[in-house]
């Protein structure tokens, strides 16, 4: 995650995600934070929406 695109391209991504409730991008801590319904989403599948727009998930 290197400048605002990227940023924006993550939570639209997450966003349009089913029981996602809030994501948060930061640019400066390369960190992504998220609220959701983990019956309607998971952790996993989130990760993996990540990668699948080309960034590595670390944590
Ligand atoms: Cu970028």
Do not use: R, W
């Amino acid at each position: 995650m290197t400048c605002p695109h990227c940023v924006k391209a993550i939570k639209t991504t997450i966003s349009a995600l089913p029981g996602i409730k809030k994501v948060d991008a930061n640019l400066k801590k390369k960190s992504v934070s998220l609220v959701f319904d983990s019956t309607q989403s998971s952790l996993e599948k989130i990760k993996s929406e990540i990668a699948g727009l080309g960034y590595q998930v670390v944590a």
